[in-house]
C-alpha cells in the first residue's frame, strides 16, 4: 500500500503545477497582446511623425516663398509701422527679421529710416503685415527647425 504522505504529495505537486499553467497562460496571452498593442502603436507613432514632417516642411516651403511674391499695389512702407509691429508682435530685430527674410540689421535700418526694402522685401512685409504674435511665433519655430 503507498505511503499516504507520499500520494499527498504527488497530488499536491500536480494541482499546483496545473494552477501555475493556468496562470502562466493567462499571463502569456496577456503579454502577447501586449507586445502586438505596442508595435501597433509604435507603427502608429512612426506614420504620425512622417506626416507631421511632411506637413511641417509643406508649411515652411509656404512660409518662405510667401516673400517671393509681389507687394500689393500702392502699398506704402513706414518705419514707425514696422517698429511698431515688430514691438507688438514682441519680437527682436532678429526674429522679425527670419520672418520676413533679412537680417537684424536691415530691419534696424528699416526702423530708423536710413533704408527703404526693395519690392521682394515689401512683399515679405506685407505678408508679416497682417500676423498675430501667435501665428508669429509659430512660423518662427518652423523656420528655427
Request: charged share 30%; no cysteine.
Given at each position: 500500500?503507498?505511503?499516504?504522505?507520499t500520494v499527498?504529495?504527488?497530488?499536491?505537486?500536480?494541482l499546483a503545477?496545473?494552477?501555475?499553467?493556468?496562470?502562466?497562460?493567462?499571463t502569456?496571452?496577456?503579454?502577447?497582446?501586449?507586445?502586438?498593442?505596442?508595435a501597433e502603436?509604435?507603427?502608429?507613432?512612426?506614420d504620425?511623425?512622417?506626416?507631421v514632417?511632411f506637413l511641417?516642411?509643406q508649411?515652411?516651403?509656404?512660409v518662405?516663398?510667401?516673400?517671393a511674391q509681389?507687394?500689393p499695389?500702392?502699398m506704402r512702407f513706414?518705419p514707425?509701422w514696422l517698429?511698431?509691429?515688430r514691438q507688438?508682435?514682441?519680437?527682436?530685430?532678429?526674429?522679425y527679421g527670419k520672418?520676413?527674410?533679412?537680417?537684424a540689421?536691415?530691419?534696424?535700418s528699416?526702423?530708423?529710416g536710413k533704408s527703404?526694402?526693395?519690392?521682394?522685401?515689401?512683399?515679405?512685409?506685407?505678408?508679416?503685415?497682417?500676423?498675430?504674435k501667435r501665428e508669429?511665433?509659430k512660423?518662427?519655430?518652423?523656420l528655427n527647425?
Amino acid at each position: 500500500m503507498p505511503n499516504l504522505a507520499t500520494v499527498l504529495k504527488v497530488e499536491i505537486s500536480r494541482l499546483a503545477r496545473k494552477e501555475i499553467k493556468s496562470q502562466v497562460g493567462v499571463t502569456k496571452r496577456a503579454a502577447a497582446q501586449h507586445r502586438r498593442d505596442i508595435a501597433e502603436l509604435k507603427r502608429l507613432v512612426r506614420d504620425v511623425s512622417q506626416r507631421v514632417a511632411f506637413l511641417e516642411s509643406q508649411e515652411k516651403k509656404r512660409v518662405s516663398s510667401g516673400a517671393a511674391q509681389a507687394p500689393p499695389e500702392g502699398m506704402r512702407f513706414s518705419p514707425r509701422w514696422l517698429k511698431l509691429h515688430r514691438q507688438r508682435l514682441g519680437l527682436s530685430g532678429a526674429d522679425y527679421g527670419k520672418l520676413v527674410g533679412v537680417s537684424a540689421l536691415t530691419i534696424y535700418s528699416w526702423e530708423s529710416g536710413k533704408s527703404k526694402p526693395r519690392k521682394n522685401a515689401l512683399a515679405a512685409l506685407a505678408a508679416a503685415r497682417g500676423l498675430r504674435k501667435r501665428e508669429a511665433l509659430k512660423r518662427l519655430e518652423i523656420l528655427n527647425r
